[in-house]
C-alpha cells in the first residue's frame, strides 16, 4: 500500500478508472458479439442493423484509449465481411 498522499489518491484514481475501462471494453465486446450471434443465426438484416449499432462503440473506444485503433480497424473489417458474406 502506497504510504505517500499522492501515490494513495493515485491508488484511488486507478481502482475507479479500471472500472470504467473494464465496463467499456465488456460494452464492446458485447456490441461485437451481437453481430457475430445474427451473423450465425443468418438473419442479415438484424446483422446489418447491429453492425450500424457496433461500429459507433468501437470508434468511440478508440477515441477513448480503451484499445488501439489498428485493433478497432480490424473488428470492422471482419464483421463487414462476416455480414457481406450472408449474401
Known amino acids: 500500500?502506497?504510504?505517500?498522499?499522492s501515490a494513495i489518491k493515485r491508488a484511488r484514481q486507478t481502482i475507479v478508472r479500471r472500472a470504467h475501462n473494464m465496463a467499456a471494453r465488456s460494452a464492446l465486446r458485447t456490441a461485437i458479439k451481437n453481430v457475430l450471434i445474427a451473423?450465425?443465426?443468418?438473419?442479415?438484416?438484424?446483422?446489418?442493423?447491429?453492425?450500424?449499432?457496433a461500429v459507433p462503440v468501437i470508434d468511440s473506444m478508440v477515441n477513448k484509449g480503451i484499445i488501439h485503433r489498428n485493433?478497432?480497424?480490424r473488428h470492422k473489417s471482419q464483421l463487414n465481411a462476416r455480414v457481406?458474406?450472408?449474401?
Open 84 to 87: 457481406k458474406a450472408l449474401a
Open 1 to 5: 500500500m502506497a504510504n505517500i498522499k
Open 71 to 73: 485493433k478497432a480497424a
Open 39 to 53: 451473423v450465425d443465426a443468418g438473419k442479415k438484416e438484424e446483422a446489418i442493423s447491429n453492425l450500424k449499432l
